[in-house]
Each structure stands twice: as C-alpha cells, then as structure tokens.
C-alpha cells in the first residue's frame, strides 16, 4: 500500500491556479518533513518545495517561489501545494514524500524521504 496520496491535479491553462494535496492513505504518518518533487519527461526530478512538521518552516526552489506556497492542515493530517501563475513549464507529475528519518538530507534531495506517493499529473496548455 502507497503510504501518501496526492490529489489534486489537472489540466489549467497558464496563468491558473491549482491545489495539490497529499494525505496519508491509511494510518497517519509520523514525519519530520514533508517535500513536494515533480518530474516532467526529459527532465530531471526536481525538488521544489518543503515543510518541517516541527515549526512549519518551509523551503522552494527559485523555479516556483513567489507562485507556490505550501502548507499543512494538522487537523486533517494533510499537506498542500497551492501553485498559482502556472505556465507550461510546470507541467510535470508531482509527488509527495515523507521524511522519516531526520536524516538531515538536502530539502529537494530525494534521498532524505522514505515514503512517496504515485503522483499527480499536472499540464498546464492553452
């Protein structure tokens, strides 16, 4: 069973907006960080957003600050990526992962999260 599922995604044109979101799919999940990553065909995997469950800090890559923000709803155990002023070259499939282990690992280092989801397509096209 996939630990994290995201919802969310969708065909926008540019300029929209979307709300990704990403939840446990069973038993709720202890993490010390929650990191949003999306990979488009041709394309490295990017890491482009974090959260800290402790403090809630957060962290974006330059290709999404300023048009996304990230954010959690402790109550409903959930994590959100809100992407606004999308443009095509947004276009990817995003995952969320947990991270587990405090390993200390870069935010957009794929390697500090155990737990992924299966994703969600995100296309952005007039």
């Known amino acids: 069973q996939v630990p994290l599922v995201e919802s969310g995604g969708g065909l926008v044109q540019p300029g929209g907006s979307l709300r990704l979101s990403c939840a446990p799919s069973?038993?709720?999940?202890?993490?010390?960080?929650i990191g949003w990553f999306r990979h488009a065909p041709g394309k490295e995997r990017e890491g482009i957003s974090c959260?800290?469950?402790?403090?809630?800090?957060?962290y974006y890559a330059d290709s999404v600050k300023g048009r996304f923000t990230i954010s959690r709803d402790v109550a409903r155990d959930t994590v959100y990526l809100q992407m606004n002023s999308l443009e095509p070259e947004d276009t990817a499939a995003y995952y969320c992962?947990?991270?587990?282990?405090?390993?200390?690992?870069?935010?957009?280092?794929?390697?500090?999260?155990?737990?992924w989801g299966q994703g969600t397509q995100v296309t952005v096209s007039s």
């Open positions: 959260i800290h469950s402790r403090d809630g800090s957060s």
């Open positions: 069973g038993s709720s999940l202890l993490y010390y960080a």
């Open positions: 992962a947990a991270e587990v282990s405090n390993n200390g690992a870069a935010y957009n280092n794929a390697l500090r999260y155990t737990y």
